[in-house]
């Protein structure tokens, strides 16, 4: 899926910048909400394993605050989303 180069995940066109907390598109600029970048760096980290969502919770990157179940598959729904559209949009170019 990802592959960790130095500084970034590449997979696909994309690229993930954990350092910058930035992901791209070619060029382009992706948004994505703190949680979900956090969600999609832990994914590309366990590349490979399956992510549980109690394993989301557990994490560190929800020690500082009471997500409920619901608030991780909102987020994973939200980062497969915005991926799904780009990969699309891409596509047709």
Known sequence: ???QTTDFYEFGRFRLKPDERLLLRGEEFVPLTPKAFDILLTL????G???RKDDLMKADLFSEIVLLGVGVAI?????????AALTSAAALQ
């Open 1 to 3: 899926m990802g592959e």
């Open 44 to 47: 590309l980290e366990n590349d």
């Open 49 to 51: 394993r399956i992510v």
């Open 75 to 83: 987020a994973v729904t939200l980062v497969m989303v915005v991926m």
